[in-house]
């Protein structure tokens, strides 16, 4: 029998109901296609952190590095610093295992109805991981004049530009896609949107039968919202992919309802799959959480592992509670918990 290792890190505040029902409904597949899933879960958390100073022990790429995938919930949590969270758990595991494109589809499935007029929404954001705004580089020195002074820096290197503006032009070929939009700010960043800016137009002359246009990030949350049908690949460093998919999941009614795959292209390490909401605090433990995110993050998986029909049967069977329309959480206006949405998908796998 196949058997997949998947590492489950729940994490924080509403990451533990999420990724529970993720669980649920990997076993639930397992027991019905004859594929195992052996589940490793680990504590590392805020409170994790809270007992032991770190956010996972030293070895903990190594710990991870041989499962087939990971499954994250979600890390942060008053009491902690979220810098702290993200710096010693988040971007360790994505840039340590070089996941260095972040895959978040934007898709309004059947059943769900967009707070927005144009609802024509299904395109892909293809989010730069491992650099950029988020290289954590930078320092605290004094102005003579003004003070403190902060400087944040970004890196943008050639490498790291390309391979995943590349990434964003072969996922358009490989899955029927025409056009790819490159996110920017090259008006006002000289350096580094200027830079990325020229690696499009390097990258792009190898892809004629793609259209290739780029905008400007204001614009684009704009175009987001009025124009989403125009929109299929949209490629953008690390800052603007994490700005705009919080938009895309809320074009789709909730901040709850969007995945993201922090892919390894080269499978040379794991993968990690999770929601792209947070742990939030204001609603942990009430079993109130859209467990969508994290399931949709399972069908990625599922994927990713090139179990495609598992993938599939998840993904209908979710479309499938949602046209139905009686078991929503509060987020999309419903009265249902966590579980009973994750126990109607599991009821409705075929
Ligand atoms: C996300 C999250 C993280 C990010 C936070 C928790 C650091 O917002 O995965 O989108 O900014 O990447
Ligand atoms: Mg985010």
Redesign the pocket.
């Known amino acids: 029998m196949k058997t997949y290792k998947i590492d489950l890190i729940p994490g924080d505040g509403v990451g533990i109901e999420v990724v529970r029902e993720g669980r649920k409904a990997l076993e639930k597949l397992g027991a019905m296609a004859d594929v195992k899933f052996e589940f490793n879960e680990l504590p590392w958390s805020c409170e994790y952190y809270l007992k032991h100073g770190v956010m996972m022990p030293e070895d903990g790429l190594k710990i991870l590095d041989d499962c087939d995938a990971i499954l994250l919930g979600a890390?942060?949590f008053p009491g902690v610093s979220?810098v702290v969270s993200?710096q010693n758990l988040?971007f360790p595991i994505r840039r340590g295992f070089d996941q260095y494109v972040n895959m978040r589809p934007i898709k309004l499935l059947p059943g769900l109805v967009s707070p927005i007029k144009n609802d024509k929404i299904d395109f892909v954001v293809v989010r730069e991981n491992s650099e950029g705004e988020?290289c954590s580089e930078g320092c605290i020195t004094e102005d003579p004049v003004k003070g403190k002074k902060v400087i944040q820096n970004s890196i943008f290197t050639q490498l790291g530009t390309e391979r995943i503006m590349r990434y964003a032009y072969e996922y358009a070929v490989k899955h029927g896609k025409t056009k790819v939009l490159s996110a920017t700010k090259s008006n006002a960043l000289k350096y580094s949107m200027v830079f990325w800016d020229e690696v499009q137009e390097q990258v792009k002359k190898d892809y004629p039968q793609i259209e290739s246009s780029k905008m400007h990030i204001d614009a684009l949350t704009g175009k987001f919202i009025m124009r989403p049908d125009d929109l299929e690949v949209v490629v953008a460093s690390n800052l603007f992919g994490?700005i705009l998919?919080d938009l895309g999941s809320a074009m789709l009614g909730s901040i709850g309802i969007s995945p993201?795959g922090n892919i390894n292209p080269t499978g040379e390490h794991p993968s990690m799959f999770?929601p792209?909401h947070?742990s939030a605090p204001d609603i942990a433990g009430r079993g109130i959480a859209n467990p969508m995110g994290t399931l949709w993050a399972v069908n990625m998986m599922l994927d990713q592992l090139g179990e495609h029909a598992l993938a599939d049967a998840l993904m209908d069977a979710m479309c499938a509670v949602l046209v139905a329309g009686k078991i929503r959480t509060p987020d999309l206006g419903g009265t249902s918990s966590t579980s009973e949405f994750g126990d109607a998908v599991c009821a409705a796998l075929k």
């Open positions: 890390v942060g979220d993200a988040l988020y994490d998919t993201s999770e792209i947070g």
